[in-house]
């Protein structure tokens, strides 16, 4: 079946760490890739969303992802976090031909300590 | 624009009531969509409608019905309201492969 992983289920950072996320997918043709994040007592919101081209993409919030098409992998970074970065944070993936219907990791849950 | 709104923003209910959840889109989107969040599995898909007067099943839509109104509304309906279907619940619509959350639901069954 289609998944996505998201290695880390919960991370705790400090100001000005540098965060990485993982995500790793099992489809293994075309696809569309995402990262959500959701703060706390809101809904879900796009950070960056990757659909063909430049492998490396840059969303809001100093956020970016990398496309590594042979590792079915799409990890989020952001080299210096801020305590508003609290957050969860999803990855997802639309196969071709899914009827853009999202395919959702389960979440990692992003701790920032002032 | 308000985007997707939802109602309720709360509910209660206990085993074996019914009720409907409201969703409205006002960015004139063909696709729309339920998930419901639960802890620890992300987002699961429960029905979709790519576009009015369709609707299709996503990963878990036992214990679910949906319509879609018309272009702007799609609504889902729990029939018989289990301890299972606890969740918080989110309407989406689609624009080129991009979705667009609403607030969503929190639904508590006792």
């Known amino acids: 079946a289609q998944s996505v992983s998201q290695h880390n289920h919960h991370v705790i950072l400090s100001e000005a760490a540098s965060l990485e996320l993982g995500c790793n997918y099992s489809?293994?043709?075309?696809?569309?890739l995402f990262w959500y994040v959701q703060y706390p007592g809101q809904h879900l919101q796009l950070l960056l969303k990757?659909?063909?081209?430049?492998?490396l993409v840059k969303g809001i919030k100093g956020f970016e992802a990398e496309f590594i098409k042979s590792k079915f992998s799409f990890n989020l970074r952001k080299p210096s976090v801020q305590w508003s970065d609290t957050a969860e944070y999803f990855c997802?993936?639309?196969?071709?031909?899914?009827?853009?219907?999202?395919?959702f990791g389960a979440g990692t849950r992003l701790a920032v300590h002032p | 624009n308000a985007g997707v709104t939802q109602t309720p923003k709360f509910q209660v209910l206990k085993t074996g009531q019914s009720m409907t959840l409201q969703c409205a889109q006002d960015?004139?989107?063909?696709?729309m969509y339920w998930y419901r969040q639960d802890p620890g599995m992300g987002l699961r898909l429960i029905y979709y409608?790519?576009?009015?007067?369709?609707?299709d099943k996503g990963e878990v839509p036992n214990g679910y019905n949906v319509s879609r109104l018309n272009k702007r509304e799609f609504s889902l309906r729990l029939e018989s309201a289990a301890p299972s279907q606890t969740s918080v619940y989110f309407c989406?619509?689609?624009?080129?492969?991009?979705?667009?959350f609403g607030p969503g639901t929190r639904l508590t069954v006792t």
């Open positions: 409608s790519a576009s009015e007067g369709t609707t």
């Open positions: 489809y293994g043709g075309t696809v569309n």
């Open positions: 997802a993936v639309i196969p071709s031909g899914g009827y853009n219907k999202l395919i």
């Open positions: 990757y659909f063909s081209g430049d492998p």
């Open positions: 989406a619509s689609n624009w080129q492969a991009e979705q667009y």
């Open positions: 960015m004139n989107h063909n696709s």
